[in-house]
């Protein structure tokens, strides 16, 4: 029966295609908080922010996204020992991303409390894309012990690619969250 | 499908046109308008519907023409004429259609936001402030009016209403004047309106503030009974709403 | 990996999969009622404030809702490496189950959605009660404004999910030749996902209910009762559901075409929805965000529309109606799409100018993203904003007038069979003739000052969405009829029922017209007393619509339970549906089809738009 479904269909073509489009919709939803920062307080900026941990995390985000990206090669050649490594070392650098933006937060929270305007755009957007991160760690926590139970191969890494791509799209909204909040 | 359906259905196009242009040309379903721009209102949205009558009869006519002329009693035994399309049809409607867009894109389109521009001048300023669920005016000089429930309005007068809100968005609305503007928290709104004959609330039930966006439960009573009043009787009216 | 390859758990009892979905989700919504309360603890709030408690317990239950009622078993087992271990059911159970078939699914939007459409029915009965003279009659004007909202925001729903949901879905995949659709499980989640979403809005009623209208316009909704919180839930719910949706719609049409189904080739149905989904899937994120913000002022002391703290309640209105004017035509053009091919295939003459209407039903996609802001011309906008919307709003006249070129040059000259779906497509053609030349009135800011917020809005927004919308729903139920049950319905009764609906809908919504121009504003209990007389008519006619249905539901359900039996192809139509048996088997055809040809080549001597693998050919 399921030979009339996929008949000539690439169902990775499927996945990838989906997986664009998802992509671009949660880009719409960023876009909406994104907008609404500029519209509410347009190049305003309170002093309090803390650029230096601004940059230091958002190195320690690009460094986790190169990780993911050499993960997904390292399967892609068949070397799950490798994988595994930046898998974790992925996870790992995501995790601290976190923390660097928890301690962000209470800062935050004593300079610019959410009835702040400032509040308002900065504890929304930066909330928002750490739920987006959350998600993210999860599906790589999940691509990781799936790898440890001996899944994926050089031929069926479809998982992988898809959670990779999705770290990436993570970690490009914050290449501009970032500059929205700190910079502008 | 000969010549003779095309020119029959014609005739029936033009017959029904007239019939309707006639009716919406002469038609007076307007409200009460109370100055110059509210009748150049009504006049845009007569001519808007002089445009439409054409197109809508023409729409009717061979959706009706087809439906008697072109049915067939039962399943038809055959199928109609294998035409996929028809260039100078196509591109005729498509002419059409942009030539009437533009029309009313400029006029009244544009044309009536030019007249919006002009209409902005102003001899009074009113403060309109809005919550749930009055309406509180200052006139120039004197102090708040709160929660009015009545209102003069001089004649002739060119007045600047700058509108805003207190708690939810209202929409300051005076139905004969043809003019409305949002009442938004944190924002000024101005609207122009020029009064001219002496009209009252009691003659017409438009001749009234009406809130027109939804604001909570007191919402569609929240309205003011307006009356124009000539300039002395005005004055004496402010000036006891001052004492009293 | 396929969904079809999923087994069965045939000693299921039919309502199991719903009992477990609503134990985990009630299991869902204490883990995060009570994860909420403990935060608010701690951090020394009052504890069980009815809003975040909801709010932190609501995302919980449904992720259970929804691992209970089927994700679980069909999807995360298999993620975990777990045996999966369910099958399709077959009989009328399968309509209670996480199912995958894509006929499956457009049937329980279908039915689904229609129930929520009596519902809100039901509700504008009330309405035009109260209407029934300027002062009170029913309701205080607080429960007026809750009927009121309740009313509009379950028919947005019902017209954003009822053509698209139940005849996307059910037809759609059948029409371009493919088994199912993309991502089978997606869909049923979709699906699974849209059902909590009547719930909500019914469990308004024990939170107070709300008053802000389905446009739920900032500060009014953040400060109002507490029903508003699950209203916002609703919507992002449902948004979430329609962009699921569109995202399968999308790459299923993109992918799954059957060999030979050029894009040129695709049914204009199939057009409609595919374009329509490229507006779902990205505008839809817009109204969840302006939900979340709503939600984050409410709740979390945020102040991204309060004036007082440096917000604008402007911001909320760019953002809500940048995703609710593509929304609109998400609404109008399925039905208006369905129109067409019902027209096409009732005139028994090629869709004319396919490409032209194509190429409309596109531009009008484009073009909606850049004409969000006439629904707010009186909100204080510049000279140059009210000059770029006049502009952009009047430019879509033109691709709009496209389709009414399809519709008539098809049935001039052609052979037309009058049966109840070839009524309503043609009446979908009429209301939207009115629904659109009236909205000129509107787009053109000079006349719309006077127009906005009045009935006259009132009844353009009903002879469009409902005009087209729910009228191409109607088509679509009659036309597809005799496809989904197998059964033919009774052509009286359903004639009857037409030329019922059609009158009473226009007898409604036309008076409303002169009463929006003549002074009676929108969302009101009352009104002036010298507007009764036409308020009666249309009250009259109401009632008189409202009847109507019974019609329908007596003849539909009649017909299922034991109308005659109905062969393939009762109406000789040419797309792929119609060439599998009524109802369809699973994965639609019993060998795959190719497409040779045009879908609308009717008149050409031995023109074919598809054939089955080692069947004769069925053109027709
Ligand atoms: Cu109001
Ligand atoms: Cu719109």
Known sequence: MAAITHTGHDSRAINSMGLWLFIASEFAL???????????????????????????????????????????????????????????????????????????????????PPPDLYGTVFFSLTGLHASHMVTGLLALLFIWVQGRRGRFDAEAHWGVTGVVRYWHFVDLVWLIVFPTLYLV | ??????????????????????????????????????????????????????????????????????????????????????????????????????????????????????????????????????????FPGRSELEKVKDLKLPTDTKIRFDVTSRDVVHSFWLPMYRMKIDAVPGRVNSVYVATEEAVSYGENVNVRVQCAELCGTGHPRMQVRVEVVERPEFDAWLAEQEAG | MAATALIARTRDWAFGPILRGLLTGLVGFSLGAGFTAGVR????????????????????????????????????????????????????????????????????????????????GLLAMLMRIEHLTG??????????????????????????????????????????????????????????????????????????????????????????????????????????????GSINFIVTVTKLRARGLSFGRLPIFVWGVFAMSLLGFFFTQYVAAAMMMTLLDRLFGMVFFDAAGGGDPLLYQHIFWFYSHPAVYIMGIPGLALALEVITHFSRKPLFAYRWVVGGILAITALSAVVWAHHMFTAGLSDIELFFFVTTTEL?????????????????????????????????????????LTGIFLADVFTDIHLQDTFFVVAHFHYT???????????????????????????????????????????????????????????????????????????????????????????????????????????????????????????????????????YDYGTPGAVHAMLAGAEEEGG
Request: proline share 5%; hydrophobic share 55%; charged share 10%.
């Open chain 3, 465 to 599: 969405i409902v005009g087209a919308g729910i009228f191409g729903l109607f088509a679509g139920i009659y036309y597809w009829f005799p496809k989904i049950t197998g059964r033919s319905y009774s052509e009286f009764w359903a004639k009857l029922h037409f030329w019922w609906m059609f009158l009473g809908f226009n007898m409604t919504f036309l008076p409303m017209f002169w009463l929006g121009l003549n002074g009676m504003n929108r969302r009101v209990a009352s009104y002036p007393s010298d507007l009764e007389a036409l308020n009666v008519v249309a009250s009259l006619g109401g009632f008189f619509l409202g009847a109507g249905f019974l019609v329908f539901l007596a003849n539909i359900v009649v017909s299922w339970v034991r109308g005659p039996a109905a062969s393939a192809n009762p109406w000789r139509a040419r797309t792929l549906e119609w060439h599998t048996s009524s109802p369809p088997p699973v994965e639609n055809f019993e060998s795959e089809p190719e497409v040779v040809g045009h879908p």
């Open chain 3, 396 to 436: 879509i006249s033109i691709p709009t007038g496209l389709i009414f070129l399809g519709a008539l040059g098809t049935i001039w000259g052609g052979r037309l069979w009058l049966r109840t779906p070839m009524l309503f497509a043609l009446a979908v053609i009429f209301n939207f003739l009115i629904g659109g």
């Open chain 3, 41 to 120: 603890a701690l951090a020394g709030a009052d504890a069980i404030a009815f809003g975040p408690v909801i709010f932190g317990g609501y995302w919980f239950g449904l992720a259970g809702w929804l691992l209970g009622v089927g994700v679980w078993r069909t999807w995360a087992r298999e993620w975990l490496g777990m045996p999966v271990d369910w099958t399709m059911r077959n009989g009328w159970q399968r309509y209670f189950d996480f199912t995958t078939d894509h006929k499956v699914i457009g049937v329980q939007y279908l039915v689904t959605f229609l129930g929520m459409f009596f519902l809100a």
């Open chain 2, 1 to 138: 499908m000969k010549p003779r359906d095309a020119y029959a259905a014609f005739v029936i196009w033009v017959v029904l046109t007239a019939l309707g242009e006639a009716f919406v040309l002469r038609a007076n379903i307007y409200p009460l308008a109370g100055n110059e721009f509210a009748r150049d209102v009504d006049d845009a949205f007569r001519l808007l519907m002089a445009l439409a009558v054409p197109v809508f009869t023409f729409v009717v006519t061979v959706l009706v023409y087809s439906l008697l002329r072109f049915r067939r009693n039962g399943e038809p035994a055959e199928d109609g004429p294998p035409i996929h399309s028809h260039r100078g049809a196509v591109w005729g409607w498509f002419a059409v259609t942009s030539g009437l867009t533009l029309l009313v894109m400029v006029h009244p389109g544009f044309t009536g936001l030019l007249e919006l521009r002009e209409s902005r001048h102003q001899e009074m300023v009113v403060a309109v402030q809005a919550a749930q669920w009055s309406w509180n005016f200052t």
């Open chain 1, 30 to 112: 960023f876009s909406a908080f994104i907008f609404a920062r500029y519209y509410l307080t347009g190049r305003d900026q309170p002093e309090e922010l803390n650029i230096g941990l601004g940059y230091a995390i958002t190195v320690v985000l690009l460094s986790s996204s190169v990780c993911a990206y050499l993960a997904e090669q390292a399967i892609a050649r068949g070397d799950r020992r490798r994988f595994l490594r930046f898998t974790l070392a992925a996870i790992v650098l995501g995790t601290l991303f976190l923390v660097g933006v928890g301690l962000e937060w209470r800062e935050a929270a004593h300079s610019f």
């Open chain 3, 135 to 244: 002062g009170q009659v029913l309701f205080s004007p607080s429960q007026y404004n809750y009927v009121m909202s309740l009313h509009g925001i379950t028919m947005i729903f019902v017209a954003v999910a009822a053509v698209i949901g139940g005849f996307g879905n059910y037809a759609v995949p059948i029409m371009i030749g493919a088994a199912d659709m993309a991502y089978p499980r997606l869909n049923a989640l979709s699906y699974w996902l849209a059902a909590p979403v009547p719930v909500l809005l019914l469990a308004t009623f024990f939170a107070g209910g709300f008053d802000a209208g389905w446009t739920s316009y900032p500060p009014l909704a953040v400060e109002n009762r507490d029903g508003q919180i699950l209203f916002n839930l609703a919507f992002i719910t449902l948004g979430l559901s329609s962009i699921a």
